[in-house]
Each structure stands twice: as C-alpha cells, then as structure tokens.
DNA sequence: ATTCTATCCATAGATAATCTACTTATATGA
DNA sequence: TCATATAAGTAGATTATCTATGGATAGAAT
C-alpha cells in the first residue's frame, strides 16, 4: 500500500514563512500550526522541518533566538525577516503560477 | 540566482497519466503537449521523463508499443490501461486535497 | 552536398527534499 | 512510576528531478 506524502515536495519551506509572517513561533508550535490549520493533511515531521529552518537561517529568511514558552520550557524562537517576507512573496507567486499551469493541464477541454 | 523548478515535484505521473488519458502519444509528444497546455510554465525534462514513463510502465499503468509518427518516424506510443485510468483518478484527488489543504495554510484568517 | 533544427529515445550521475528512525531532555498528569 | 506532550536536533535512506550526455533520422535551408 503506497502511502501518501505528509507534503508537497517543495512547498514546506513556504507554509514556514508563511506561518511565521504571522507570529514567531517555535519548530514545535510551526508544525503543530501547519496541521492544524491543514485539518490534519499536512505533517511536518521533525526530519523535514530542523533541516528546513537550518535552510532559512542560512537564507537570512529568518532568526532565531532561544526563549521560555508560557510552560516554562526552553525553545527556539524563529521571527521572519524583511529578506524573509520578501522570500515568501516570490515562493507565493510561483506557486500560484504552478497551480494554474498544472489546472490547465489537467482541464478537460 | 536560483532557478525555478520546471514542475512540481510529485506531480508528473499524474501529468502524463492525465495527458495520456486524452490520447495515447509518445515521449516527445507529452511533454510537447504539457509544455503547451501550460503554457510554457511546465517543462519537463528528458531526464524526467523517460524515468517516470519506465516507472509508469513497470506499475502497469500504461503500455507501450513502438510505431511510426505521421512523419515516418519511429516512436513509442505510450497508452493508458484500466490501471492507470483508476491511479489517475487516486492521485487527482490527493493532489486536490493537498491543495486545499495549503491554500487553508496559506489563508490571512 | 552539407548543415541546421526539430523530432525521437534513453541513460548516468549529481542534486535536492523529504521521510524514517533515532537521541536527548523536561513537564505534567494518571 | 509510567505515559504522553512538548521541545530540539542529527544520520541515513529514499525518491524525484535536473544536468549532461549520446545516438539516430527527417526535412528544410544554404
């Protein structure tokens, strides 16, 4: 039984930014946000999303800095950037454009 | 500066699996036609390609059978089967349900 | 005649992204 | 005390795509 992908290759590295452009959050709470708001279709599991948010420190698309969450535990913090929520414009376009290319190629006419 | 991908990762089965389900056709001709019917947004690559036609093939989700183009050349058509009309149908639904599920991410509420 | 472009197939190797599995640690509640 | 939820991360495998080739023929252009 193939079983289907917990993401669209290619998109995680937008639900980050886009889930940051609201409020920083910590690597836990962006994955816990990213399911919930997919009703439960999309999962970033823990070996997809570190390494991603690796990707976008690197990128300068995002910063970090370790805090105490309301429980009282330690946690990392990731905040957008300018760099950042610019990022997110272009990821946005171009998938947007994607989407309509693919529509068009699976139209009936 | 970085280069946009020329699909979506995950999505070319089922752009060959739909373009087949119009008409059968060989290697050239699908992607010529996705090329098209995208308007020039998709490409897919030779080296895509023929890998994921071999794919299709060994899952039994299309059949082959060498011929010769209008223009005497020789070419393999590549035709849907049973199997493939119904994988087709599983992978459209998922691709849509994924979609929905990040464009419910990618929401401002 | 020759050269160029389009048509056609295919593979090898590199690259990139995700997934599985694992490790570490603490708070809370049963 | 044991399980579960919260929190961070890495290593290695898997999979898909892309780059770069190689080979062949038809037809048009020079």
């Known amino acids: 039984m193939p079983k289907k992908p917990d993401l ?10 886009k889930t940051l452009a609201r409020t920083p959050l910590h690597g836990y709470g962006i994955a816990l946000s990213i399911k ?3 009703d439960d279709v999309l999962t970033v599991e823990e070996g ?6 690796q990707r976008l420190l690197l990128q300068g698309w ?6 105490k969450t309301e ?3 330690r946690a ?7 760099a ?15 989407i ?3 529509g068009r190629v699976l139209q009936d006419a």
Chains 1, 2 share one sequence.
């Open 84 to 98: 950042g929520r610019k990022q997110l414009g272009v990821e946005l376009s171009q998938f947007e454009q994607m």
């Open 36 to 38: 919930r708001l997919s």
């Open 8 to 17: 669209m290759p290619g998109t995680l590295d937008m639900l980050i930014l």
């Open 71 to 73: 429980t009282n535990r």
């Open 48 to 53: 997809s999303l570190y390494p991603a948010l």
């Open 76 to 82: 990392r913090y990731y905040t957008l950037t300018p």
């Open 62 to 67: 995002v910063k970090a800095e370790w805090k």
């Open 100 to 102: 309509a290319a693919i």
